[in-house]
């Protein structure tokens, strides 16, 4: 059973307060975690496909579709022939970082926790949030394109082709493992059923304004106010 500590912020299964430099790293999901928009759902919208492509999206977040590199693979087939610009305009027009992201990813720094950002979204926009916020790594999926427009696939990288949820619990896993770290000094970060394997894997989880069954297995679960709101758990 989860506890209201405060209005909007539930924890469960540990006793607050934690000190966030017992932890050494800190890994986010990016779209509607550190960012407001679902990116493939913003892209769509310039394709006039928007409803339909966040109707998957919505329906992948919640879990009912199990295979989520599926549901990738359709939601990006139709974005093909959207061009490259299209992208540049969500990222001026529409995407901005969260409410206390930059309080609580600068905490996490000051304690001297490296910051991984893994994301089933898109190297367009998760490379210009690794530098934004400085983060350490960042992996997430890249864009199929040709002639300056989307080809409705993705670009098969040395590490494999999609990032999903058992990517991100990979992911989560080697950098731990890279740094000579349990996975109890890690935190995840999320909001959707794909962050829940990393979320498992963490010392600390952390949902963002979650979906109902990823609120219903985080240790921190912040329903109203920004992420910084972490903090009145994790004290420096």
């Not at 307060?17 to 932890?23: K, V």
């Not at 983060?135 to 394109?145: E, I, K």
């Not at 619990?169 to 890279?178: C, F, P, Y």
């Not at 894997?201 to 985080?218: D, Q």
Request: aromatic content about 6%; some cysteine.
């Amino acid at each position: 059973m989860s506890q209201e500590l405060s209005p909007g912020l539930f924890i469960r299964g540990f006793t607050p307060p934690l000190r966030l430099a017992d932890f050494r790293l800190v890994a986010f999901d990016m779209d509607s975690t550190l960012i407001n928009i679902e990116c493939v759902d913003e892209i769509a919208d310039a394709a006039g496909r928007k409803a339909e492509v966040a109707e998957i999206t919505e329906a992948a977040m919640r879990g009912e579709i199990a295979d989520y590199k599926d549901s990738l693979r359709r939601r990006v087939a139709l974005l093909a022939g959207v061009p490259v610009s299209a992208l540049e305009k969500v990222w001026t027009d529409k995407l901005r970082l969260n409410p206390g992201v930059e309080t609580f990813v600068q905490a996490c720094q000051a304690a001297g926790l490296k910051t991984l950002l893994v994301s089933g979204g898109f190297t367009f926009f998760s490379e210009r949030i690794r530098d934004q916020l400085q983060l350490d790594f960042a992996r997430a999926n890249t864009l199929g394109v040709a002639h300056g427009k989307l080809t409705g696939t993705l670009f098969d990288r040395p590490w494999g082709d999609i990032v999903d949820g058992a990517e991100k619990k990979r992911v989560l896993l080697e950098v731990a493992e890279l740094m000579g770290i349990d996975t109890a000094q890690c935190i995840a970060v999320g909001d959707g059923a794909n962050d829940l394997p990393m979320m498992g894997a963490a010392g600390l989880s952390i949902a963002y304004h979650p979906k109902p069954a990823v609120r219903e297995r985080a240790m921190i679960s912040i329903m109203s106010g920004g992420m910084d709101r972490a903090l009145e758990v994790l004290q420096p």
